[in-house]
C-alpha cells in the first residue's frame, strides 16, 4: 500500500517562508505528483503539480512565491513556499498517482498570521 507522509507545516507570520515535504513509501514509480490545499469550509484546490520530472501547472494564486520539486534519491515530493500570506492558510495535502490510483497524504497544517 502506498502510503505519503507529509511534514513542514506550522504557524507563520506574513511574508515568511516554509518548505513542506512528502515522502512516499512502497512506491517509487509514480509520474504525476502534486500539492494541494484546501482551507476551511472551502474544496481542495490545486496549489503545484509536476509530471516526469517537470514542473506542469501552479495555482495562479501562487505562482512566483511557491516551487514544487521532486527528489528521486529521497523519493520525495516537496513545496518551498515563501512570501506566505494570510490567504494561504489551509491543510495542506500531497498526492501521488501510481498503478492507476491517486493516494493521499494525512494533510499538514500551514497557518499564516502575525
Known amino acids: 500500500q502506498v502510503q505519503l507522509v507529509e511534514s513542514g507545516g506550522g504557524l507563520v507570520q506574513p511574508g515568511g517562508s516554509l518548505r513542506l515535504s512528502c515522502e512516499v513509501f512502497?512506491?517509487?514509480?509514480?509520474?504525476?505528483s502534486g500539492w494541494y490545499r484546501q482551507a476551511l469550509g472551502e474544496q481542495r484546490d490545486l496549489v503545484a503539480s509536476?509530471?516526469?520530472?517537470?514542473?506542469?501547472e501552479y495555482n495562479d494564486s501562487v505562482k512566483g512565491r511557491f516551487t514544487i520539486s521532486r527528489d528521486l534519491h529521497a523519493n520525495a515530493v516537496y513545496l518551498q513556499m515563501n512570501n506566505l500570506e494570510p490567504e494561504d492558510t489551509a491543510v495542506y495535502y500531497c498526492?501521488?498517482?501510481?498503478?492507476?490510483?491517486?493516494?493521499w497524504g494525512q494533510g499538514t497544517q500551514v497557518t499564516v498570521a502575525p
Open positions: 509536476i509530471v516526469r520530472g517537470e514542473v506542469t
Open positions: 498526492k501521488v498517482r501510481a498503478y492507476g490510483l491517486d493516494f
Open positions: 512502497e512506491t517509487s514509480i509514480y509520474d504525476n
